[in-house]
């Protein structure tokens, strides 16, 4: 849940993840030993635990899908700004920034370029195209603006 880690976005829902598998071990357990009198007394099964975990990471992606709808057009932009500006480096890769902004589920095609470019188009990030050995096909690079850095918490 820490700034640009997995569940960053999902902060507030993400804190109560643990009760929510926790509940849902409970109602396992009664749905298993529902014809025994006072089920609660009965040791909870480390299968029952395991599989209300299970249930809990499949609630992930779909918590996701549902609560980081984007509320504002450079929903992106914002988010790769941020990234950019937590790392000390001032040119990455654009594979670099993609790896960073993985837990997205983004695309570089229909995520991560329009992001670069709505950042470029403001000023925040160039195209950087660091000296050539000659060999390969060339990465990709953008260097974040110095104004950046001065400005932005």
């Given at each position: 849940?820490a700034p640009?880690?997995d569940l960053a976005?999902?902060r507030?829902?993400?804190g109560?993840?643990?009760?929510?598998?926790a509940?849902?071990?409970?109602?396992?357990h009664?749905?298993?030993h529902?014809?025994r009198?006072?089920?609660?007394?009965i040791p909870?099964?480390?299968?029952?635990?395991?599989?209300?975990?299970?249930i809990?990471r499949?609630?992930i992606?779909?918590?996701?899908?549902?609560l980081?709808?984007?509320?504002r057009p450079h929903?992106?932009?914002e988010?790769v700004?941020?990234?950019?500006l937590?790392?000390p480096?001032?040119?990455?890769s654009q594979?670099a920034?993609?790896?960073g902004?993985k837990?997205?589920?983004w695309?570089?095609r229909d995520?991560?370029e329009?992001?670069?470019e709505t950042?470029?188009?403001?000023g925040?990030?160039?195209r950087?195209t660091?000296p050539?050995?000659?060999?390969?096909?060339?990465?990709?690079?953008?260097?974040i603006?110095?104004?950046?850095?001065?400005?932005?918490?």
């Amino acid at each position: 849940m820490a700034p640009y880690a997995d569940l960053a976005d999902l902060r507030e829902w993400a804190g109560k993840l643990a009760v929510q598998v926790a509940r849902i071990a409970g109602l396992l357990h009664l749905a298993t030993h529902h014809t025994r009198a006072e089920p609660w007394r009965i040791p909870l099964a480390g299968s029952t635990m395991a599989a209300a975990i299970e249930i809990g990471r499949w609630a992930i992606p779909h918590a996701a899908a549902a609560l980081t709808t984007r509320q504002r057009p450079h929903a992106d932009a914002e988010h790769v700004l941020g990234w950019l500006l937590s790392q000390p480096a001032d040119v990455l890769s654009q594979s670099a920034i993609h790896r960073g902004c993985k837990r997205r589920g983004w695309t570089v095609r229909d995520h991560l370029e329009p992001a670069l470019e709505t950042l470029k188009e403001r000023g925040w990030v160039r195209r950087y195209t660091p000296p050539t050995t000659g060999r390969g096909r060339p990465a990709v690079y953008w260097q974040i603006s110095p104004l950046a850095r001065s400005v932005m918490p």
